[in-house]
């Protein structure tokens, strides 16, 4: 086997502080499909975006062909063969596909672009490698499937020896996914390098020769596919075997907290996107929306917290209605609020962690007189809070923007946890964070519900709707489609029927979102 | 030139509330590690040295320029960069000019912290002085109470006119800075009009008004010196306090949450409408207040004829404080020593006094160009995280 790639001792620091390269070492051979698995986070994208040229690392070294080089631009990494497809495509909407391909070095006659020549290109260059597109078409008419394929063909057309493919069948459908290996398998056999990036085990097993493992920003080691089974990778991934299992009691519900009724919403487009949601959350309950992103879940939650108005329907905390007025007011009323985007709603990134925690409590009499703040009782408090939610950082007077996206959720789920409140909106509170941190999260979800506070958990992952939830509702196309009073005996196959549209509950089962009161 | 020793003695007092100013907010639990100051990491300590640079830079530029133009460039450097702490009279002209960098400092940090580009306090600065000069002329108060009870008119003033962009942002999210720019002009044309048409003294060759009120005029610190007790005591005192409020209480935590972001301050359900107008509102009120001890202190007669350039002035003030009230002192020292430096300069060499204005530009633009020095901070932070060995849980 001929090695065609190599790095050594790779580190690599962002602005922000995070290593998220440290000690890297990797060796790919001609001709094999090489998987790169981690977690999110691990390392895999930042150490694909510097053999592409999109990041310079502090130290290591990189050899394509046994020379060593140093890949300052993307331009660089293609004239030594490297080439990417992105997660998300580098593709121009209103051009076609053949004017995508050449784009950069199209061929010419005189000062005209040469849009015959480009066809023809692109239409060999898909006969050889099995990539057959249409090369007249727009790119904003083709399926994403296509789209993959013209980035493909892009980067072989450039000479791509070695094809770096960043989590590729993230945006497929089973079906394009299929076809994908196909074409993978075929590039491969005409001696095309492929580095493919995942982090779907099936995918895996089914598609590479040998795969690398990173985990926390350096790589573990690679290993032969063959005789490795899915739960070697997933344990080497996450370094333990993955515990999903969440130690609760069951609930027992109080009063009803909060009582949503007929909410409907429009999107400016005046499609209807929240069609008559109505539910309730009781007291000591987790009560989970679920559905696939897109089907009113975002819009529904940014109307009960107050960051979008608009909407009509009732939303009541306690019976004070919420819908439409200040975020001020819900929260003197006892609403916590864990926000999907922690970068744009969450924190105030250029401030300490100290300042971040104590957002929600500046009127509190512990930490402000009449005038005044009580610096030593906001000193040692917001300090034990972020001992006490596990923080990592140098001080409470570090900036918050320099800590890992894990730390600053906890910053967020700490100043959002001591609020004293009685109903926690807790959207998506794990995602994007490392497992530990997750773990956390879910255990203070869970610890908060036994002191007898309403969570309503809204979240994307459906491993952890059905583990931290006492009761779902399932939205799809802005209806509440079904209810289930009792998470024990669901399964993910079950909730994915109704979340896909596949079956719904009658308007009678749906009803038991609604508790009498 | 003689060196009285009264003259002396009476500028260390005059120096000693304006380095008391600087020293106030250090005692007790903000001196260290206590508060809500800003954050104090690597990136802190960064930005000082990046600030220390720039200067650097600024002062050596500006000497390779002194050298290219003047017959005697050691001389003339001399003249401008130790000039003014040569003799009293010198040093009381940077204390002077100091005073007004102040209010208009402190009046930009207020704004500028909640990131709201109001720059009205050029005009309200004016406009404060046209409302304490009416003030000082048709008013009879006692002595001691007089120009305070000018000093206040003139802050309210300002403070309405600050109101208005910050209304407008808040109700209809009209750009402040457009807003407050076009009120310039509506400052000094109103208060020209009200002095012109009003309170001219006809008697008097050039456009100017009535004399004061010899009640009116605020108290010299040493009689042969401009500078007046009342206005080093004030502007102590609004240092002092906006200090205080930025940092030590619960509504100008709001607005330096604004300062940072505006959703995050919405979300967290802190007082945006506090922060968006009332930021503003409290620079047009210290705005106010300095054009008045302005007024009061240097002049017995109101007699500006074009707009003072002070609220300009501080915003290249407030970029050197990092809108910190409590370094708005030493920033405005320095940048008035600068300018007297470069007048005595002038005076004595013929190098033009423009040369500040160099100085100045270049320590700006280093300042507020993010990538200046980018690759020392990134040396910085790396050695920092591997140092820490901070595992990376989520790259971006």
């Known amino acids: 086997m001929e090695e065609i790639l190599r790095v050594e001792h790779l580190t690599k620091v962002y602005e922000n502080g995070i290593l998220a390269n440290d000690n890297v070492s990797i060796s790919v051979n001609r001709g094999e499909i090489h998987a790169i698995c981690g977690e999110n986070g691990a390392g895999k994208s930042t150490l694909m975006k510097v053999l592409f040229g999109l990041e310079q690392p502090e130290q290591g070294d990189i050899f394509v062909k046994g020379e060593p080089v140093r890949i300052q631009s993307p331009s660089a990494a293609i004239k030594l063969g490297i080439g990417m497809v992105h997660q998300h495509f580098m593709l121009v909407d209103r051009l076609t596909v053949a004017e995508n391909v050449v784009l950069g070095n199209e061929p010419r006659r005189g000062i005209l672009i040469d849009r015959e020549a480009a066809c023809r290109v692109t239409e060999e260059l898909g006969r050889k490698y099995n990539l057959e597109v249409d090369p007249t078409a727009l790119v904003a008419d083709i399926s994403v499937g296509l789209k993959q394929r013209v980035e493909i063909i892009k980067a072989l057309l450039r000479g791509a020896e070695i094809l770096i493919l960043d989590e590729p069948t993230a945006v497929l459908t089973s079906q394009e996914t299929r076809e994908l290996f196909e074409e993978l398998r075929h590039l491969r056999d005409a001696g095309h390098t492929i580095l493919f990036i995942s982090h779907k085990l099936d995918e895996v097993k089914a598609l590479c020769n040998r795969v690398t493992i990173m985990r926390g920003g350096r790589t573990l080691g690679t290993y032969e596919l063959e005789g490795l089974s899915k739960s070697d990778i997933s344990r080497m991934m996450v370094g ?43 007291r000591g309950e987790i009560l989970c929306i679920a559905g696939v992103e897109g089907n009113g879940q975002r819009e529904l939650v940014e109307l009960i917290t107050g960051l979008r108005s608009g909407g009509a329907g009732s939303a009541k905390l306690r019976g004070t209605e919420l819908l439409g007025r200040p975020i001020r007011a819900a929260r003197k009323l006892g609403m916590a609020h864990i926000p999907s985007d922690r970068m744009v709603y969450g ?25 005044l703040f009580r610096d030593r009782a906001i000193d040692r408090d917001m300090e034990a809070l972020a001992r006490a939610y596990t923080v990592k950082c140098t001080s409470a007077d570090q900036t918050v923007g320099m800590l890992s996206g894990g730390n600053i959720q906890k910053v967020v789920v700490a100043r959002e946890m001591s609020q004293e409140a009685t109903l926690l909106v807790a959207d998506q509170p794990t995602r994007g964070i490392d497992v530990g941190a997750a773990e956390f999260i879910r255990r203070r979800i869970v610890e908060m519900r036994d002191a007898g506070v309403a969570i309503l958990l809204i979240t994307a992952d459906l491993n952890e709707a059905l583990e931290l939830s006492d009761s779902i509702v399932i939205l799809h196309g802005g209806k509440v489609v079904a209810y289930f009073a009792d998470t024990r005996a669901l399964t993910e196959e079950e909730m994915g029927y109704y979340m896909l549209g596949v079956k719904s509950q009658t308007p009678e089962e749906v009803e038991g979102a609604v508790h009498a009161s | 030139m003689h060196h009285d020793l009264s003259g002396q003695s009476a ?84 204390l002077e000019l100091m005073l007004p960098l102040v209010f208009t400092g402190v009046a930009i940090s207020l704004c500028f912290s909640a990131q709201q580009f109001n720059l009205t306090a050029e005009g309200i600065f004016f406009f404060g002085g046209m409302v304490a000069a009416v003030a000082a002329i048709t008013t009879k108060l006692p002595d001691g109470l007089h120009p305070f009870f000018c000093i206040l008119l003139a802050g309210l003033a300002g403070g309405v006119i600050g109101a208005i962009p ?15 720019l076009m009120l310039n002009y509506v400052c000094f044309s109103v208060s020209m009009y009200v002095i012109k048409n009003h309170f001219r003294d006809k008697d008097a060759g050039a456009i100017v008004s009535y ?75 210290v705005a106010g207040m300095g054009g008045a001890v302005e007024m009061l202190s240097m002049f017995t007669r109101f007699q500006w ?44 060499t013929g190098v033009q006094m423009e040369i500040v204005k160099v100085i100045q530009a270049i320590m700006i633009v280093l300042l507020v160009a993010e990538s200046f020095l980018a690759k020392t901070r990134h040396r910085m932070v790396v050695r920092e995280a591997t140092r820490e060995s901070i595992v990376a849980e989520e790259v971006a």
């Open chain 1, 240 to 282: 333990r075997d993955v515990v999903l299992k969440i130690e609760k009691e069951p609930a027992s519900p109080g009063a009803v907290e909060l009582s949503v009724r007929g909410v409907e919403y429009w999107s400016e487009l005046g499609k209807k996107m929240i069609d008559g949601v109505s539910f309730d959350v009781r």
């Open chain 1, 347 to 371: 924190v105030a990134s250029s401030q300490s962690v100290k300042f971040n925690i104590l957002a929600g409590k500046v009127e509190d009499a512990r930490y402000t007189g009449k005038l």
């Open chain 2, 11 to 94: 500028g260390n007092e005059a120096l000693n509330p304006s380095a008391q100013q600087q020293r106030d907010p250090h005692r007790g639990p903000a001196g260290k590690g206590g508060g809500l100051g800003a954050p104090r990491d690597i990136n802190s300590r960064f930005e000082l040295i990046r600030m220390l640079v720039a200067i650097l830079i600024g002062i050596a530029i500006t000497a390779l320029v002194i050298f290219a133009v003047s017959d005697t460039p050691l001389e003339s450097l001399r003249y401008m960069f130790i000039g003014p702490a040569t003799t009293p009279r010198y040093f009381f002209n940077v």
């Open chain 2, 166 to 180: 910050g209304l407008l942002k808040y109700r209809w999210n009209a750009s402040e800075l457009v807003i407050s």
């Open chain 2, 211 to 285: 004399l004061f009120e010899k009640t009116a005029v605020l108290d010299k610190v040493v009689a042969k010196y401009r500078l007046t007790t009342g206005g080093v005591v004030l502007a102590a005192a609004v240092c002092l306090l906006a200090y205080l409020f930025m940092y030590k209480t619960r509504w100008g935590f709001s607005v330096r949450a604004a300062g940072a972001n505006m959703n995050f301050t919405r979300y967290t359900g802190l007082n945006v409408a506090f922060a968006v107008i009332g930021s503003q509102v409290l620079s047009g009120v």
């Open chain 2, 305 to 348: 004829a074009a707009l003072t350039g002070y609220g300009w002035d501080g915003v290249i003030v407030a970029i050197f404080a990092r809108n910190n009230p409590r370094h708005v002192p030493l920033a405005a020292l320095f940048l008035a020593y600068l300018r007297i430096g470069a007048d005595i300069m002038m005076r004595r």
